[in-house]
Nanobody, 125 residues
Framework: VQLVESGGGWAQVGGSLRLSCVASGRALSRYSVGWFRQTSGKERECVAAINWSGGATHYPNSAVAGRFAISRDNAKNTAYLQMDNLNPEDTAVYYC??????????????????WGQGTQVTVSS
């Protein structure tokens, strides 16, 4: 499956962005989806993940809980990350990833097999 992210860019502090991840090649419904972010010199971290149906979500990073929301529309082969109340610490390259369906919602990069190219998000005042 191929993944392409879009929706990144610049946002003011307190603003919002909505990232999209469009899948092709295989049905996205076959996979769990995670959104990750990475800044220079740091490891890639999961900010949100969702199971194959969209019925369960996981936000392993307490810094984004309540501000970010992951969702998916399997009919459109697309996953989303709604980001609200952005702050400069959210500045990063954001990646979507697809991984095998498991009994739990994975948040480790090693659990995901397919990755998009990333989209830059920059937050400043």
């Amino acid at each position: 499956v191929q993944l392409v992210e879009s929706g990144g860019g610049w946002a003011q502090v307190g603003g919002s962005l909505r990232l999209s991840c469009v899948a092709s090649g295989r049905a996205l419904s076959r996979y769990s989806v995670g959104w990750f972010r990475q800044t220079s010199g740091k490891e890639r971290e999961c900010v949100a993940a969702i199971n194959w149906s969209g019925g369960a979500t996981h936000y392993p990073n307490s810094a984004v809980a309540g501000r970010f929301a992951i969702s998916r529309d399997n009919a459109k082969n697309t996953a989303y990350l709604q980001m609200d109340n952005l702050n400069p610490e959210d500045t990063a390259v954001y990646y979507c990833a697809a991984g095998a369906v498991r009994s739990f919602i994975a948040d480790s990069p090693s659990e995901y097999d397919y990755w998009g190219q990333g989209t830059q998000v920059t937050v400043s005042s």
